[in-house]
């Protein structure tokens, strides 16, 4: 069987057949620099990172690359107006943008590790690639798909028929939207921006391309042009959140094939947006969480990874703080299972006749065909733990435990969210910002404000603490 992924250009499950047969090309809309990356964002990442682990699973040479947007993306792109999202940040901060973006990459790239990422083979900054952008706008520019208004770059939309094709967008809503934003400058309404001309602008570069004014490039290009440095005119696999799909895939698509001419990209895939609490994330409703913020509560990188993959990437997902919970109940089970197997494999425990062996062989066959099917990462869970429930009831023999951990291993190796061995803890080991909920609390009783300090008790406990109370004062221990 082979690996069928929904693939949105052609809105039905297509079968992986990579171009170059043997080797797969991915490319990821990565993050764009300019705060602390959310929850939100990571389901995508993740999903990602489970993709690219599935198909090296499946005997595949994969290389993948996830850009870092450090500059050219507007607070309003999708009506090609507003600030870059960099510049806004410094006018907030202070920091310059350069300061800016090179924090917040940092702070991206430590949440790949705490999140347990397997590294991008590149991950390109845009600054670093405005001269591959030049010469693809100066092609467009030459053909006449381009066109320069007061030193500012226009892609054409009119000169390319296939737009919308990605997105399903029709003319009539596209023109509908554009009218928010009337700019004279444009043939029309819909074509978007290749270079803009910004004299206040920080980052700021002498045109790549010839006769241009100096300027800075628009968010679009610079996926074209670090996917094609890397991997070449045509890809097999991209992906990005679902809000990425319009305008900036369907832009991506029409500057990268009227360039060359050839189809971009063959199966295109896109993440559903996290709901948190049941609605979509948002600062003003109080359900936004970055990774960090999720992790100072005491949830560990694993337990994150875990509530953030466990439900297919199309299918919507809810984050909550029972999720974690239940996130950190699952690990717990595997982690035991395995460690039993561990200790049955090497003489520490004593064996049965149980041949195990067929269970696990069972358990990965489901677990491969789950994920066969468009990464159906819930149906591969079902399939490990019902391997964790056949391993307890069983008394296998040394080998069949043997056999089952191998299997384990490959869950592990595709998923990786059930750790690499049983987490032992330090008894100390309290996280600063569940110390700080104590100390509130304990000032919150000393006010007589029992409300709130019931407020703050089971926030400790949504994380999964107790407070026990002792001679010393009041102290935190794993619930
Ligand atoms: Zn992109």
Redesign the pocket.
């Known amino acids: 069987m082979a690996i069928r992924l929904y693939n949105s250009l052609t809105r039905r499950l297509d079968e992986l057949r990579p171009l170059t047969p043997g080797k797969v090309t991915m490319?990821h809309?990565?993050p764009t620099v300019y705060s602390s990356p959310h929850i939100g964002n990571f389901r995508s990442f993740l999903f990602a990172d489970v993709l690219r682990r599935f198909v090296e699973d499946q005997g595949f040479a994969v290389t993948q690359v996830m850009?870092v947007?450090d500059v050219g993306h507007l607070t309003l792109d999708d009506i090609e107006g507003g600030e870059d999202k960099m510049e806004a940040a410094s006018r907030k901060t202070g920091k310059t943008a350069w300061e800016i973006a090179r924090q917040f990459e940092d702070e991206f790239h430590n949440c790949q590790r705490q999140l347990l990422v397997r590294m991008p083979h590149h991950m390109p900054r845009a600054t670093d690639f405005i001269a591959q952008m030049g010469s693809i706008i100066d092609d467009l520019l030459q053909k006449g798909i381009a066109y320069q208004v007061n030193g500012n770059v226009y892609f054409a939309i009119a000169a390319f028929p296939g737009y919308g094709k990605l997105s399903g967008k029709v003319i009539d809503e596209l023109e509908e939207g554009a009218r928010v934003a009337v700019n004279e400058e444009k043939r029309d309404a819909r074509d978007f921006a290749l270079w803009k001309v910004d004299h206040k602008h920080q980052m700021q570069w002498d045109a790549p391309f010839r006769g241009g004014a100096r300027g800075f490039p628009g968010?679009?290009i610079?996926?074209s042009a670090m996917?094609m440095h890397y991997l070449g005119r045509q890809i097999d696999i991209?992906t990005?959140g679902e809000d990425?799909m319009f305008p900036?895939?369907e832009c991506?698509i029409a500057q990268t094939e009227a360039h060359t001419g050839q189809q971009f990209v063959q199966i295109w895939m896109h993440a559903r947006h996290l709901l948190v609490n049941g609605t979509k994330m948002s600062k003003s409703l109080g359900n936004f969480y970055t990774v960090q913020q999720v992790l100072d509560l005491g949830w560990s990188g694993l337990e994150l990874r875990y509530a953030l993959i466990r439900v297919q990437y199309r299918q919507s997902l809810n984050f909550t703080m029972d999720g974690l919970g239940e996130a950190r109940a699952s690990i717990a089970r595997v982690q035991g299972a395995r460690a039993r197997l561990a200790r049955i494999a090497a003489g520490k425990e004593p064996a049965g006749a149980d041949d195990l062996a067929a269970a696990a062989a069972r358990a990965e066959a489901a677990f491969t065909a789950a994920m066969q099917e468009d990464l159906n990462v819930s149906e591969a869970l079902a399939a490990v733990f019902a391997l964790v429930g056949d391993s307890n009831r069983a008394q296998p023999t040394a080998a069949a435990a043997s056999a089952a951990l191998r299997s384990f291993a490959r869950f592990e190796d595709v998923l990786g969210c059930f750790g690499a061995e049983p987490k032992a803890e330090a008894a100390g080991d309290v996280p600063a910002a569940l110390q700080e909920l104590l100390s509130q609390r304990q000032a919150a009783k000393k006010a007589k404000d029992f409300a709130a300090a019931d407020r703050l008790r089971d926030q400790i406990a949504a994380a999964g603490w107790k407070i026990v109370d002792t001679a010393q004062g009041p102290r935190l221990e794993r619930a």
């Open positions: 490319y809309c990565g850009n947007t968010w679009h610079e996926c996917s991209h990005g990425n900036h895939h991506e």
